[in-house]
Each structure stands twice: as C-alpha cells, then as structure tokens.
C-alpha cells in the first residue's frame, strides 16, 4: 500500500524559512498537496501540485516535487508565528496522509 | 464560501454505545469521504461515496457504516463503541469533475468515548 512519511517536528524562528519534506511511495496520484491543521481544527488546504511539475510558488510557498526521488516539499518563506501548525502532504489513491510534521515557529 | 458542515462538533458516550455524526458537504459537491484522526496521529481513511454509492473503502471497523443520501449528506454510524474509538471524525467533500481533485474538510467531530 502506500507510504508517506514525514519527518515530526521543525522548529524555526519567525523570519526564517521553513522546509518540511515529505517523502512518498506511489506515484499515481496527478495532485500532490499540502495541508495545514492547527490545532483542534480541520485540515486546510494550503497548495497543491501537478504532477507533470517539478515546482509551483504560490505568495510564499513554494512546493518542490522530484518525481524520480518520489520527493515533495514545502518551503515557507518568512514564516511567521501563526503558521506554527502540523502540516500533512497527501495525495495518491485514497488520499493517504503522512505522519504530519509539526512545525514551531518561535519569535 | 460555504464550507463543509460536520455535526455534532462534540459527542461523548459511554462504551458499547452507538453514535451518528453527520456530513453536509459543499453545495455542488458530489463525492464525501470520512477520515479519523487519534491523539497525535495523521488522519486515516474510512470510506467515502460519490453519488450516494461508496466509492472506497479504507481501515473502517465492521462496527461502523455509512452511508449518502439523496441531498449528498452523509452520516457515519458507530455502534459498540470503544476506549479506542475516541478521536477526531473528519468529513471531507470534493467535486469529482474538478481536476484538481482537492478536500475540504470540515472542522471535525471529536468524540470521546468513557
């Protein structure tokens, strides 16, 4: 079956930018995407990306897919206390989600 | 914007008790999926329907069904309920002819389970 994962936790300072890696195993799905979940709230979505791309920014996102790696990340530029959150890629057959990597952003 | 519309937000019940939680997706949008979501963990794939039939199936217990109705409303029905059973119920509603293919969700239903 699929099998996404995520590293856990990314903590940054407000300012910095932020990487959050998700790596995957089944390359059927045409959309990847990014979810945002703060906490005790439903699941945002962020961005997405086609998966004839290799990378799409969208204000201050940037996703970045390698498809030969089975690789997809989420750059944050000036991340900002309020997008302290756990954040999920997903995408493939039914919407299978990674572990979720929990960002902090520390002022 | 309309957003998904998940009821009742809080539910608490006691063991071997049922429970329903509701799904009002999207105007327009024809397919609904449910997804749970444990302390700490990622969201897991129940089920979901496009037009009143279920489409997928994921790690739902026997305990549990689903089903959408004719306004594209849909309801999860648990009945036996378990310790284990206590998480954040997701209900998630997409459009099958947008070929971004994206969820929405909705803000949740947690149940908690004594």
């Known amino acids: 079956g699929e099998d996404v994962e995520q590293s856990l936790f990314l903590s940054v300072r407000e300012g910095d930018s932020s990487v959050i890696n998700c790596t995957y195993t089944d390359s059927s799905s045409t959309y990847l995407y990014w979810y945002k979940q703060e906490p005790g709230a439903g699941l945002q979505l962020l961005t997405y990306?086609?998966?004839?791309?290799d990378m799409k920014q969208d204000q201050r996102l940037t996703v970045l897919l390698n498809k030969k790696d089975k690789h997809l990340s989420l750059r944050i530029a000036d991340t900002q206390t309020g997008d302290s959150a756990i954040y999920f890629c997903?995408?493939?057959?039914?919407?299978?989600f990674g572990t979720g990597t929990r960002l902090l952003v520390s002022p | 914007a309309a957003g998904v519309i998940q009821s009742p937000r809080h539910l608490i019940k006691e063991k071997r008790e049922t429970a329903t939680l509701k799904c009002y997706p999207i105007?327009?949008?024809?397919?609904v999926y449910w997804y749970q979501q444990g302390p700490g963990q990622d969201p897991q794939f129940l089920i979901s329907?496009?037009?009143?039939?279920?489409?997928d199936k994921g790690s739902i217990p026997d305990r549990f069904s689903a089903q959408q109705f004719s306004d594209y409303h849909s309801e999860l029905n648990m009945s036996s309920l378990e310790l284990g059973d206590s998480a954040l119920y997701f209900c998630?509603?997409?459009?099958?002819?947008?070929?971004?293919?994206?969820?929405?969700f909705g803000e949740g239903s947690r149940l908690t389970v004594l």
């Open positions: 997903a995408g493939f057959q039914k919407l299978v």
């Open positions: 998630a509603s997409s459009a099958r002819d947008r070929p971004t293919g994206e969820l929405f």
């Open positions: 990306i086609f998966s004839n791309m």
């Open positions: 329907f496009y037009e009143k039939m279920q489409s």
């Open positions: 105007p327009r949008h024809d397919t």
